[in-house]
């Protein structure tokens, strides 16, 4: 059973939008923190931002201004708005969700920036 499960990637030109998605499932609860991670082609995985349980928001210096992260507790689900996005965007973005010293990763929602 996945236990993270992403949606909302895609193609898209440079400079627009995609909004991917995050689902946990009902077996993950009480989490602590929900990120998103970018591994670009043939590059390590780096963290783009995440949110923790009381709302607070980190943001990567590439990510910063173009990129908006939120959460719906109720429905156990993470959002990442990605604005103006640029060719350096394309990859696949992992969803990770923290409970205590626990953690799941979601299998990736792949984005192609491409004119």
């Known amino acids: 059973q996945k236990q993270l499960v992403e949606s909302g990637g895609g193609l898209v030109q440079p400079g627009g939008s995609l909004r991917l998605s995050c689902a946990a499932s009902?077996?993950?609860?009480?989490?602590?923190?929900m990120g998103w991670y970018h591994q670009a082609p043939g590059k390590k995985r780096e963290l783009a931002t995440f949110?923790?349980?009381?709302?607070?928001?980190h943001y990567a210096d590439s990510v910063k201004g173009r990129f908006s992260i939120s959460r719906d507790f109720d429905k156990n689900t993470v959002y990442l708005q990605m604005n103006s996005l640029k060719l350096d965007d394309t990859g696949i973005y992992y969803c990770?969700?923290?409970?205590?010293?626990?953690?799941?990763w979601g299998t990736g929602a792949p984005v192609t920036v491409s004119s």
């Open positions: 990770r969700a923290v409970r205590g010293v626990a953690e799941y």
């Open positions: 009902g077996a993950i609860s009480s989490i602590n923190t």
């Open positions: 949110i923790s349980d009381n709302g607070s928001t």
